[in-house]
Nanobody, 123 residues
Framework: VQLQAFGGGLVQAGGSLGLSCAAS????????MGWFRQTPGKEREFVAA????????QYADSVKGRFTISRDNAKNTVSLQMNSLKPEDTAVYYC?????????????????WGQGTLVTVSS
């Protein structure tokens, strides 16, 4: 599976931004998809995950109620809608994929990674 994330950019605090991740491969519909983020000097952290059917999602406490993860298996895409953005949401955002039947929240759980897209939230 090859993943490409896009949609990052600069946004003011309180604003919204949507990220998308396009996946290649025939088995996209069977993969759990996740979003992670990383800032310089810090470990990559979990943001959100969604199972293959879209029927179950999981969020980090820091983004719960503000971010929404969704997927379109017909288009091989997973999206992250980010609302009420805060300066502390500034990071490089990565999409990730793994086979399985649960929502996974650890970096080592994922097999495939996209290249990352930068989100900058100004105060």
């Amino acid at each position: 599976v090859q993943l490409q994330a896009f949609g990052g950019g600069l946004v003011q605090a309180g604003g919204s931004l949507g990220l998308s991740c396009a996946a290649s491969g025939r088995s996209f519909g069977s993969y759990t998809m996740g979003w992670f983020r990383q800032t310089p000097g810090k470990e990559r952290e979990f943001v959100a995950a969604i199972i293959w059917s879209g029927g179950s999602t999981q969020y980090a406490d820091s983004v719960k109620g503000r971010f929404t993860i969704s997927r379109d298996n017909a288009k091989n895409t997973v999206s992250l809608q980010m609302n009420s953005l805060k300066p502390e949401d500034t990071a490089v955002y990565y999409c990730a994929a793994r086979s399985g039947w649960s929502t996974y929240r650890f970096v080592h759980d994922y097999e495939y990674w996209g290249q990352g897209t930068l989100v900058t939230v100004s105060s």
